[in-house]
Nanobody
């Protein structure tokens, strides 16, 4: 059973950058598609992007393409979400998700607030 813990959220000014981390324990991230989601205030949780098990292929929602980058460090069993050019509409709780062949696991989320 894999467990996920997100960190790195906080308050940032519009146009700023932030890197979120998702540390996995109990299993290797190489065995999962790793995805990022976010849920803004009063909004549904939506998909942000993903990285394939091999770590070479990524996909992103149109709303974040060109600004967000997902990467991983297998040695640290950690997946990252680098967020650049942040906008107020990026304000949300960000969640990582491990997607396996038979089950998926969510982290608890980390708050990102983009405000001037």
């Amino acid at each position: 059973q894999v467990q996920l813990v997100e960190s790195g959220g906080g308050l940032v000014q519009p146009g700023g950058s932030l890197r979120l981390s998702c540390v996995a324990s109990g299993s290797s991230i190489s065995d999962y598609v790793m995805a990022w989601y976010r849920q803004g205030p009063g909004e549904q949780r939506v998909w942000v992007g993903m990285i394939a098990t091999g770590g070479l292929t990524t996909n992103y929602a149109d709303s974040v393409k060109g600004r967000f980058t997902i990467s991983r460090d297998s040695a640290k069993n950690t997946v990252y979400l680098r967020m650049n050019s942040l906008k107020p509409e990026d304000t949300a709780v960000y969640y990582c998700k491990a997607i396996g062949s038979s089950y998926s696991v969510w982290g608890q989320g980390t708050q990102v607030t983009v405000s001037s």
